[in-house]
């Protein structure tokens, strides 16, 4: 049982993971961001997002804090897993 919800939980990670790099991606393509999907995503990751923008201010025009929030999303989800492997 304990398996199954760290892997339930670990997967839903990932896929956050994989939606913030989608949305990230959107933003090279014009217009791709006001599609109904750009606003979905936008919805769900700009959130997070804004958490790290607010202490990592993009250098010209490159923005870094979306890299910031997938390594440590990445590092939530691998501690997350060593920590049930203790239980």
């Not at 936008?42 to 910031?68: A, N, T």
């Not at 997350?80 to 492997?85: E, T």
């Amino acid at each position: 049982m304990l398996a199954q919800i760290v892997s339930l939980i670990s997967f839903g990670l990932n896929i956050y993971s994989f939606a913030l790099i989608v949305y990230i991606f959107m933003s090279w393509f014009p217009g791709a961001r006001e599609s109904q999907f750009g606003e979905l995503l936008g919805k769900i990751c700009e959130p997070y997002l804004e958490i790290f923008r607010k202490f990592i201010p993009p250098l010209g025009m490159i923005d870094f804090s979306p890299i910031v929030a997938i390594l440590l999303l990445h590092f939530a989800r691998m501690g997350f897993i060593q920590f049930a492997m203790m239980l």
